[in-house]
Every structure is written in structure tokens, then in C-alpha cells.
């Protein structure tokens, strides 16, 4: 998929590892087989349920080590099948009985009614140029006397043919039991399990990692009751603990076309957690959240070469990851207007992990420190509806050392903004109802990493808005902006600086409900500056001027509209006048569109560009400058597009466009003529059925004469049963 | 008159801010023999890489930045990424200027194989690139790979807002771009490094 919302999906693929089953490739090393579980009666049902969501199983996923992950599949199973028939049996909700808030279920028509079970399912499918991806989910939750019973699952696949074929599946599976002893000081005790499952296949290379966690939990706000009862004053104080054990499995493979990795860590995992929240005289608020997780178990490596499957290596070690958090605010709000708030973060962690150092022949047991800090104060002031003030200051500082991988890194941050707002006074005449608005940004960031020279990055930015009504028809705004970036390296090599200028003034006038208009003027300056010497030479300035105007007329449906553009680039070389050059282009775009009847809405629309460009320099030295087109561009473009309501919920549109573009070189008069043609159809579909399903979908059927045909399919449905 | 107070505090902070020199530039070194480096107003997608390949090829980093929007994405081949799949500007102008740092000579070739649109944006698909840093007689550090460029129109200019980079091959001794920015160190002992595998 091509998309750039794609790419921001593609961006979380690695913040939601998932489910995927591996499929192994015949003559490699991997080894799948169906599930064939017949003979095995007391997990039939177990079997057919985990087909249906997996429809395949890996078994020996690499020779020699054991199947993962059967164990928690069973157990999963078993135990939600458990969960389910102790809800069936538990008594009735208080509502049955008319006490509760919750609904009648005794007059209720299908059995997840009657059980008061309803389950929310999800899924959204997507087909766009090169790419195709489904993504599911379902989601139960269940309140039964002390029982609290929460269970979600996910799983997306998704294939991408520019990505080497790329074939990816991902799936997750959250469970978790809870029974709340109300009359035992409000103790709270559970079973929480999940699991992912992700695969990516290419061309290439084959990725698997899995993750497993089965524990018990339990929290208690005992303490909470201690704490009230030790100090009195502290009555609007909570303070909550927590704490869990289970067992976790890991396991990776990375396939190659020579040679494959696999690691497998399995072990036992503890939780605990303090949380502590309160009030103090009604001004002042604040929280603070104490964690520490600890992972302890054995890792198991092993690398093979495929053309034999020879064992190179094989590590056994012991493997401890561990991390302690803390998380705390505090609000201090003396009087309406005045609020001031800081926050605290600060994480440090150790890792331990297998690292095949990818593309390389070493591997090893790689181990990471990190450590994170933050901490963020903000002061906000609104003496009232036109003044306000708010500035926030952060310091951010985020290290991290690696044992194996030359990779040590950390990155310090200071970060200041202030924003302030103005409606200046009745009194100030002219200027009076005019809105200012003004903020500053600065930061300042160290940054080094292993193997790259150190340097430091200083960002300013000052933004000042005016705005003032006129009367009813006109109003005028402007922009002032001025920034400058600098990095500062160690070494000197690549200091430079860059400076940014931008003016923008808008007059909008609109005489009556059928005419409008806008005049727009902008002004832009960007100067770069290399320090070094050697470097120097290509330092520049780009000077921006731009002038638009825009006219509307519209009776009716008829709306007609022009739009003029005159604007030009500059750019000055300060040691090489030689490379001086102008771009120059003008626009005229007219807009043409009405409704016929009661639902058939056109629109034409053109658009014309001139484009020339050239060198713009001196004379003779010291002279005045003067400017030489060297190419011109001609652009015409047309579209023409109609959309129709068929019913209520479906909406067809169609689309047609043709664009021309001429090049010619001024010197030799040589002339390139480009032509592009593209057709589509849409239909876009929304509707939400009487029993609460929701489904949209749009479908697009693209022709072009420049590119392969292609259909843009955007679907999903959400059904709360 | 509180009014009036507020307004000239206002007034003067803004002045304060401008007045006291914080957004003055430094004064650059005399310019050298350094080496310079064409930038042509990338009013076209085949401009913009005409730069790329010039800026690339004279180790530059000043004009490869310009070729950027500010909110800039570099996306790793699934197989390449570590922990991030995604950098954003800094974090990749960071690597690249780590990479041009390796003394070489530079000589980088795109293959043009499909262009197109997505609404006001335009993008190379499949875009192939062969990107090497010839150290010595033998020593080269061949960087193959293909990619998708997104381009946005920012005024007249047509910048590169995301970059997704694709393994080409699975050759020894071949890696993508985007691994190299991760390993933007070329000296002795760099994976990245291999004795003329392509030539």
C-alpha cells in the first residue's frame, strides 16, 4: 500500500507485536504441518477452536527445538472455556432481580441477552495499489457478582508486494479473570493471561517472535484503610498496591537465505506496583505511581547454516530483565485563573537478549541499560476571556548502553515554550478588538551516538499572529514568523546554521451572501550558512514572494470561482554568484460547479500554470543583476467530476482528468510534451443497520495512462452483539 | 490602565525576543576549496533527485536536508528495522551525516521505474538506487536497494516527505540504505564494507 497513511500504520507495526503463525517454506529448515489433533478426544473442541482462529500451527518451527507454545494454547482454552462455564452457572445479575443497574435480561430474546454477554467485533479491510491488509477484533467483557471477566483478541493480516512480497500476520490475545472479595479490606485476586503472535515473510527473510505471559495477580487497597487510619489528615489520600507472578516464553526466529537464528527464553515474572493519589486543602492535587517488573529465566540460541542445516552454534544462558518506573504530577490551582502543574517520569531498564547482529557471523548475548528521565512543569494564566498566558519547561534526558553492539547513546533535551494571547482594549483606538497572539519556542538538544561525532541542536522559533474584524465584511490577518536552527558538532565539520523569515498577509472581503474575495501576500527568507571552511561555498539565501487573489461568485447551486497566483523564488549564492538563479510562476485555477436536479452535483475545474526559470546574475562584477530564462513550462489541467446520491447510504461518483504539460529548452526552442489521462470511479457506502452494526466502506476503480490499473478498497464494520 | 500595562508588557517581551540576538547567524569561515555542490529549485520530482545524487556524491549534507519537508519519515525495510521502524528528520539526518562522514569517493545512480499520484502528492515507486563509497583500490561499500519516495509540493519546490526503503537482494555483502544509516561507520571491521562484491 501506498498510502502515506499506510506508512503511519507500517510506523506501529513495531509497537504492537502480534500474532502470526509461521508458515514454512518446503526444502528450509522451518517444518509446518497441519494441526491433526482426531486422536486426541478430550481437546477435539479445543482443536477446532484453534484452528478456526490460527487455521495453522508451526510444529517444530526449527529441528531440534521444542514446539513453543502449545502449552498456553491448551491452557488458554481450557481456561476460557472454564471462565465461560462459571459465568453460565453463576448466579443472575442483581438486575434480574430489579435491584441492579444493569438491563432485564429475563424478558430478553437470544441467549447472549438472556446471559447478558455481549461480545464487540471489529474488522476493516483495505486493498490499495500494492497492498492488501484485514485486521479483526473482538472484545468481551463481563461484570457477574465479584467475577470481573475481560478477553480480547486481535489479528491482522496484511501483504505487500513492493515490499519483497512481503507477507505479514499479527495477532494478540488478552485474558483476565478477576474476583473481588469486598468484605476482606478490598482485596482483589486474578488470573491474567496473554499472548502475540507476529510473522513477516519475504522474499529474503522470515521473521517470527512470539510472546507468552500466564500469571496471577492480585491488589489490595488494605493499605489505603492502614493509611487512614495511621494519619488521620490524610483521609482524601488513596493508595492502592499490587503485585503479580506468572511464567513468560519468548521466542524469535530470523530466517535467512544463509543461514537461520532462533532464541528461546522462558521463565518466571513478578510485578509490583504502589500507587498513591490525594488532595491537600483542595488546591493542590497529586499521584505517584511506583512499578518494578523482573523477568528471570533461560535462553537458548542456536544458529544453523541452510545449505546443510550444520548446528554452528548453540548458547544456553541465564537471562534477567528488569525495570523499575516511577510516574508522579502534582497540580497546584491557588485560584481559577492560576494553575501550575509538574509532572515526573523517570524508567530504567536492563535487558537481556540474543543478538544475531543481523548480516553479520558473530552473534551474542546482548545486554541493555537505559535509562529514561522527564520531568515537565507547565504555568497557565487567564486573568480573564481576553488575556491569557501559558509557558511549559521540560528537561528530557534518555541514555542508553549496549554491552555487545557498539550502539551507546543518549540524547538531552531542554525544552521552553511561552504562548501568550491579546484582545487589546476599547480605548487604544484603531487598534482596538484587534487579537494578538505571540508565542516563543526553544530548545536546546545534546545528542551523541557510538560512532557518530557529538553534537548539539539549537531550535528558536518566535510566531506572532494579528487579527482584527472590520465591520461585518472585511477582515484582516497577519503572520510574523522568524526561526533558527544551529547544530553545533563537536568537531566543527558540519556546523551550520539556518534562518527562516515568513510575512503573510490575508484581507478577506465579502460584500454580500453571492460575492467573495481574498488578496494574500507573502514574504519568505531562508538563509543556510555552513561554518566550515570547505563547506562554505553552498551556503545560500532563498527569498520568497508570493501575491494571490481569489474572487467568488455563487446564486444558488451555481458557484463559480478564480484564483490568481504570481509568485517568484530567488536564490542567492554568497561565494558562487554563478549559481544565482529565478523561478517564476504564474496560476489562474477557475472553479466551476452546480446540482442538477435534487442529488447530481458537478464540478469543473481548470487550472493554467506558466513556469520559467533561469540564471539571475551579475552583469559584470559589482553590476546589477539580470536574469536569462533558460526553460518555461505550459501546464493545462482539467477535471471534471460528478456525485450522485444513489439511496440514503450509497453515494457513486465519477472522475475524469487531463493534464498536458509542455517543457521547452529557451536556447535550442526543443519542445517535450507529457500527457496524462486518469479515470475513477467511487462508491462510498455508510450505513447503521437496526441492530447496532455499523459498516463504511468505499471502493475506487482507478484508470491511468501512466501508471498500472488499480483498486483503492477502504471497508470495516463494527457490530456490539 | 492595566489594560494598557498588559499590553506594553506584551509589546516589549515580543521586541526583547527580536532585539537580543538570538536568531543572529555566525559568521561562516572564509569559503575554501571546498567542494560546490550543485542545488537546482527542485520544481520537478527528477530535480529533486538530481540534487539528492549531487549532494550525496559530494558528502553534503546542507542540501540533502533542503530536499526534506520538516516532518520528514524514513521507513526501514521490515527485515532492516531495529527497535524503530520509523525515524523522523533529525534522527536521520543525524545517520546520514555520520555516513557522509566516511572519507570515500561517492558515486550514487537512481533507476526510475514507476512514478504516480496520490491526491496534491507524487511519489517514485520501486525507485532503484546504487550507492557506493569507494575507500581504496579493493575496499568498497556497495549500497543497493530500492525505495518509494513520496513528494509534496512546498511553494514551487517538490520536497520528500517519507522514504521507504526495500531490500533489492539478498546478496552477500549488499545491504540497503537504510541499513547503512544504522551502521553509518565505513571503516575497518563495518559489515557494510566488502571487497568489490558487485563490480
Avoid at chain 1, 466 to 473: E, T
Avoid at chain 2, 88 to 115: C, G, K, M, P, Y
Wanted: aromatic letters at 10%; charged letters at 25%.
Amino acid at each position: 500500500m501506498l498510502g502515506p497513511e499506510v506508512l503511519e500504520q507500517d510506523a506501529n507495526l513495531g509497537h504492537d507485536p502480534p500474532f502470526a503463525e509461521f508458515i514454512g517454506r518446503e526444502g528450509g529448515l522451518l517444518e509446518t504441518t497441519r494441526l491433526d489433533r482426531s486422536g486426541d478426544p478430550p481437546l477435539a473442541l479445543a482443536t477446532w477452536v484453534e484452528r478456526s482462529i490460527y487455521g495453522w500451527r508451526t510444529r517444530g518451527v526449527e529441528k531440534g527445538a521444542a514446539a513453543p507454545g502449545r502449552f498456553e494454547i491448551r491452557f488458554l482454552i481450557a481456561f476460557s472455556l472454564l471462565a465461560g462455564a462459571l459465568l453460565w452457572m453463576a448466579p443472575r445479575p442483581a438486575a434480574a432481580q430489579g435491584g441492579g443497574a444493569g438491563r432485564d435480561t429475563s424478558q430478553a430474546g437470544n441467549i447472549l441477552d438472556r446471559l447478558d454477554f455481549h461480545p464487540t467485533y471489529q474488522s476493516s479491510y483495505s486493498v490499495n495499489r500494492t497492498s492488501r491488509s484485514w485486521d479483526q477484533g473482538l472484545t468481551v467483557n463481563r461484570r457477574l457478582g465479584n467475577f470481573d471477566f475481560n478477553n480480547s483478541w486481535s489479528l491482522g493480516l496484511r501483504q505487500d508486494e513492493a515490499q519483497n512480497d512481503l507477507r505479514s500476520k499479527r495477532g494478540s490475545m488478552k485474558l483476565n479473570l478477576d474476583y473481588d472479595l469486598r468484605d476482606l479490606g478490598g482485596w482483589t485476586f486474578g488470573l491474567d493471561g496473554d499472548f502475540r503472535r507476529d510473522s513477516q515473510l519475504s522474499s529474503f527473510q522470515d521473521r517470527i517472535e512470539n510472546k507468552s505471559n500466564f500469571g496471577l495477580e492480585t491488589t489490595s487497597s488494605l493499605p489505603e484503610q492502614i493509611l487512614h487510619s495511621v494519619l488521620p489528615f490524610a483521609r482524601e489520600f488513596s493508595l492502592s498496591t499490587g503485585a503479580s507472578l506468572g511464567y513468560n516464553e519468548e521466542q524469535s526466529i530470523n530466517r535467512r537465505t544463509s543461514r537461520i537464528d532462533s532464541t528461546m527464553v522462558s521463565g518466571l515474572f513478578q510485578h509490583y506496583d504502589l500507587a498513591l493519589a490525594g488532595n491537600v486543602r483542595k488546591k493542590v492535587r497529586f499521584t505517584s505511581t511506583m512499578s518494578r517488573d523482573l523477568r528471570a529465566g533461560d535462553s537458548e540460541t542456536r544458529q544453523r547454516v541452510s545449505a546443510d542445516g550444520e548446528l554452528i552454534e548453540e548458547v544456553k544462558e541465564k537471562t534477567e530483565n528488569s525495570s523499575q518506573r516511577w510516574e508522579g504530577s502534582v497540580e497546584w490551582k491557588p485560584v481559577e485563573k492560576f494553575r501550575m502543574n509538574t509532572m515526573g517520569r523517570w524508567i530504567h531498564e536492563v535487558n537481556e537478549y540474543w543478538d544475531a547482529l543481523a548480516n553479520s557471523s558473530e552473534g551474542g548475548q546482548e545486554s541493555k541499560d537505559g535509562r529514561d528521565r522527564n520531568i515537565q512543569a507547565r504555568l497557565e494564566w487567564n486573568p480573564g476571556p481576553d488575556m491569557g498566558l501559558k509557558g511549559d519547561l521540560t528537561r528530557s534526558d534518555v541514555e542508553g548502553d549496549y554491552s555487545l553492539q557498539a550502539r551507546d547513546f543518549n540524547k538531552h533535551t531542554t525544552r521552553g515554550t511561552m504562548e501568550g494571547r491579546l484582545k487589546l482594549p476599547v480605548f487604544l483606538g484603531p487598534l482596538q478588538a484587534t487579537e494578538l497572539q505571540a508565542s516563543y519556542t526553544g530548545d536546546e538538544t545534546e545528542s551523541s551516538l557510538e560512532g557518530t561525532a557529538d553534537y548539539k541542536q539549537l531550535n528558536r522559533k518566535l510566531r506572532t499572529v494579528l487579527r482584527r474584524q472590520l465591520g461585518s465584511k472585511v477582515q484582516i490577518s497577519g503572520t510574523n514568523e522568524i526561526s533558527l536552527l544551529r547544530y553545533l558538532y563537536v568537531d566543527r565539520s558540519n556546523d551550520r546554521d539556518e534562518q527562516r523569515f515568513f510575512t503573510d498577509g490575508v484581507l478577506i472581503y465579502n460584500p454580500s451572501q453571492k460575492f467573495n474575495g481574498l488578496l494574500n501576500v507573502n514574504w519568505g527568507k531562508r538563509q543556510t550558512v555552513n561554518i566550515p571552511s570547505a563547506k562554505a561555498t553552498n551556503n545560500n539565501t532563498t527569498e520568497t514572494y508570493k501575491v494571490s487573489g481569489e474572487v467568488g461568485y455563487k446564486r444558488g447551486a451555481i458557484a463559480v470561482n478564480q484564483r490568481y497566483t504570481v509568485q517568484a523564488d530567488y536564490t542567492f549564492y554568497d561565494f558562487n554568484e554563478t549559481n544565482n538563479s529565478i523561478v517564476r510562476t504564474n496560476e489562474v485555477m477557475t472553479t466551476f460547479s452546480d446540482r442538477i436536479g435534487t442529488g447530481l452535483a458537478l464540478q469543473v475545474q481548470h487550472q493554467y500554470q506558466f513556469r520559467d526559470s533561469g540564471k539571475y546574475v551579475e552583469l559584470y562584477e559589482g553590476g546589477p543583476r539580470s536574469y536569462t530564462p533558460t526553460s518555461e513550462e505550459t501546464r493545462h489541467m482539467m477535471t471534471l467530476s460528478a456525485n450522485y446520491p444513489l439511496i440514503k447510504q450509497l453515494r457513486i461518483e465519477g472522475r475524469q482528468m487531463f493534464d498536458r504539460r509542455q517543457n521547452r529548452v529557451v536556447s535550442s526552442g526543443r519542445v517535450t510534451t507529457r500527457d496524462r489521462g486518469e479515470f475513477s470511479l467511487r462508491a462510498d457506502f455508510s450505513h447503521t443497520f437496526q441492530s447496532g452494526m455499523v459498516v463504511q466502506a468505499s471502493f475506487q476503480k482507478t484508470e491511468s495512462t501512466t501508471e498500472k490499473n488499480y483498486w483503492t478498497v477502504r471497508a470495516a464494520m463494527q457490530r456490539n452483539f | 490602565m492595566k489594560g494598557i500595562v498588559r499590553f506594553c508588557l506584551a509589546l516589549v517581551s515580543i521586541l526583547a525576543f527580536c532585539g537580543c540576538g538570538i536568531f543572529d547567524l555566525r559568521e561562516p569561515e572564509s569559503p575554501g576549496t571546498g567542494p560546490q555542490v550543485p542545488f537546482e529549485t527542485p520544481t520537478e520530482l527528477r530535480i529533486a533527485l538530481k540534487n539528492l545524487k549531487a549532494t550525496t556524491e559530494a558528502r553534503v549534507i546542507t542540501n540533502f536536508q533542503r530536499s526534506l519537508t520538516t516532518d520528514y519519515k524514513f521507513r526501514f525495510d521490515p527485515f532492516d528495522a531495529t527497535a524503530e521502524s520509523v525515524w523522523t528528520l533529525d534522527r536521520d539526518i543525524q545517520a546520514l551525516t555520520a555516513l557522509f562522514r566516511n572519507e570515500a569517493t561517492v558515486s550514487l545512480d537512481w533507476t526510475v521505474r514507476d512514478s504516480g499520484d496520490i491526491g496534491d502528492a507524487r511519489f517514485y515507486r520501486n525507485l532503484g538506487y546504487r550507492l557506493v563509497f569507494r575507500q581504496g583500490v579493493a575496499d568498497s561499500a556497495v549500497i543497493l536497494g530500492r525505495c518509494t519516495l513520496y513528494f509534496r509540493k512546498d511553494g514551487l519546490q517538490w520536497l520528500i516527505y517519507r522514504w521507504a526503503d526495500v531490500r533489492e537482494t539478498d546478496a552477500p555483502g549488499v545491504f540497503t540504505w537504510g541499513y547503512a544509516r544504522l551502521n553509518p561507520n565505513l571503516g575497518a571491521g563495518s559489515a557494510v564494507v566488502a571487497k568489490e562484491v558487485l563490480e
